[in-house]
């Protein structure tokens, strides 16, 4: 079993809705979670943390529930430039830190 | 502007070179990493490294070296033992190695073996 687990998608959904990614971890001594995008051939960026009262940015919810060990990302009013490939990261001890192979959003006009 | 940079950005082996990328930062984080990319897998760590003069292996450190003479610098050499080093390789950092701090990447590598 992957340590991240998401799934591959592709999610394609039309431009204005809203669409939810959640990604399961298995390691219970994970400290904290981070949401990335990834743009076709180019590098990870960091989208947001995510704690476990939840957090928003703009158009964008994180959520983290430790007793199913979830996270979660919600993004709203979709639009072509959301595009991307999503990764999960759990960081556990110190310098543990693991990515998951990302989920694939296609937002459509 | 403060960032990490990668050269080169695209990059052609023979078979049995040993090959060199090459990975600055200027923001003054203490801890370096190197991951590869492969298409449908996860970011997998070859080498990290905490402070200057230390590095330490990561998952998939067979064939690669790693040397942190600078703070700033952490150079990747993928060298002919690496069976299958056709991938997208991308250098980061973070202000310490800590759970909480966030690890910010370059722009990657794109390393082809001819």
């Known amino acids: 079993r992957k340590e991240v687990e998401q799934d591959p998608g592709p999610f394609n959904v039309p431009e204005g809705a809203t669409v939810a990614f959640n990604c399961t971890y298995s390691?219970?001594?994970?400290?904290?979670f981070f949401w990335y995008r990834q743009d076709c051939r180019k590098e990870p960026k960091l989208l947001m943390s995510?704690?476990?009262s939840g957090n928003e940015d703009g158009r964008f919810t994180a959520q983290l529930n430790r007793a199913s060990q979830y996270i979660s990302l919600l993004i709203r009013d979709s639009k072509l430039s959301d595009s991307a490939t999503y990764l999960c990261v759990a960081r556990g001890g110190y310098q543990k830190v693991t990515f998951g192979t990302g989920t694939k959003l296609q937002v459509i006009p | 502007d403060g960032g990490i940079t990668q050269s080169p950005k695209y990059l052609f082996r023979k078979e049995g070179q040993n090959v060199t990328l090459s990975c600055e930062q200027n923001?003054?984080?203490?801890?370096m990493y190197w991951y590869r990319q492969d298409p449908g897998q996860g970011l997998r760590l070859i080498y990290y490294s905490q402070i200057v003069n230390d590095f330490q292996k990561g998952d998939i450190a067979e064939g690669y070296s790693v040397s942190r003479e600078k703070k700033e610098s952490f150079p990747l050499t993928v060298t002919s033992a690496q069976k299958n080093p056709t991938a997208f390789y991308l250098c980061?950092?973070?202000?310490?190695?800590?759970?909480?701090?966030?690890?910010?990447f370059g722009e990657g590598s794109w390393l082809t073996v001819v």
């Open positions: 390691n219970s001594a994970s400290q904290s």
């Open positions: 995510v704690y476990s």
């Open positions: 980061a950092s973070s202000i310490g190695g800590g759970f909480g701090n966030t690890i910010y």
């Open positions: 923001l003054n984080h203490d801890a």
